[in-house]
């Protein structure tokens, strides 16, 4: 999708006292830099933009970006730390 931000953003983490493991979805909007689970797709990515009930994602270290609908996406702290933790670990090797 042309015309949004670089995709260097930190993604943003879901909270609000969600029980570790616990889905966290509903029928409020997600913001730009939520990161989700797209359950058609069976991919974790980050909220780039919205148009309608259409969501654009795309994969958390980066790629090629996919459409979902809202209805298709939630969260797991798991799906959330888990990506975010594989990067702060390969990270971590490189200083080393």
Excluded: F
């Excluded at 959330?80 to 490189?94: C, F, I, M, Q, T």
Aim: charged share 25%; aromatic share 4%; with cysteine.
């Amino acid at each position: 999708m042309a015309g949004h931000e670089h995709a260097s953003e930190e993604p943003e983490l879901l909270a609000g006292g969600h029980e570790e493991g616990a889905a966290m979805s509903g029928p409020r909007d997600l913001p730009k830099g939520t990161v989700v689970r797209d359950s058609i797709a069976k991919k974790t990515g980050v909220v780039m933009a919205q148009d309608g009930a259409r969501y654009y994602l795309r994969p958390c270290k980066g790629g090629i970006e996919w459409t979902a609908r809202r209805e298709d996406l939630s969260a797991t702290l798991s799906d959330v730390l888990g990506p975010a933790v594989a990067e702060l670990n390969a990270n971590s090797r490189k200083n080393m």
